[in-house]
Nanobody, 121 residues
Framework: QVRLVESGGGSVQAGGSLKLSCIYS????????MGWYRRAPEKEREEREL??????????TYAENVKGRFTISQDNTTKALYLQMDTLTTEDTAVYYC????????????WGQGTQVTVLS
């Protein structure tokens, strides 16, 4: 059973930084792409947008609106996924979710419970 637990959210002034962590347990293999999604306050539960993801070979992709400000990293030894967020703006306010998309016999997505990030103006 895959389990993802996020931490590191909170409130920060615009221009500041936060680092999110996601500790995962269970079987995560090279068939899985780990990532961070977020849901802004005015959005419905299903409207999560991709922030960044990282493949098993370390290739990272970013949404255009976070490129150059956010950095995703993964530590397979400690089973941790991180998102370093710098130069935060009020538009980054959202619930951030850790995810794992795994290509088993059927494609399966796993989600954490989310962590709130609030950027104050």
């Amino acid at each position: 059973q895959v389990r993802l637990v996020e931490s590191g959210g909170g409130s920060v002034q615009a221009g500041g930084s936060l680092k999110l962590s996601c500790i995962y347990s269970g079987y995560i293999s090279s068939r899985c792409v780990m990532g961070w999604y977020r849901r802004a306050p005015e959005k419905e539960r299903e409207e999560r947008e991709l922030v960044s993801e990282i493949a098993s070979d370390g290739t990272a992709t970013y949404a255009e609106n976070v490129k150059g400000r956010f950095t995703i990293s993964q530590d397979n030894t400690t089973k941790a996924l991180y998102l370093q967020m710098d130069t935060l703006t009020t538009e980054d306010t959202a619930v951030y979710y850790c995810s794992a998309g795994c290509k088993w016999k059927t494609y399966t997505e796993y989600w954490g419970q989310g962590t709130q990030v609030t950027v104050l103006s």
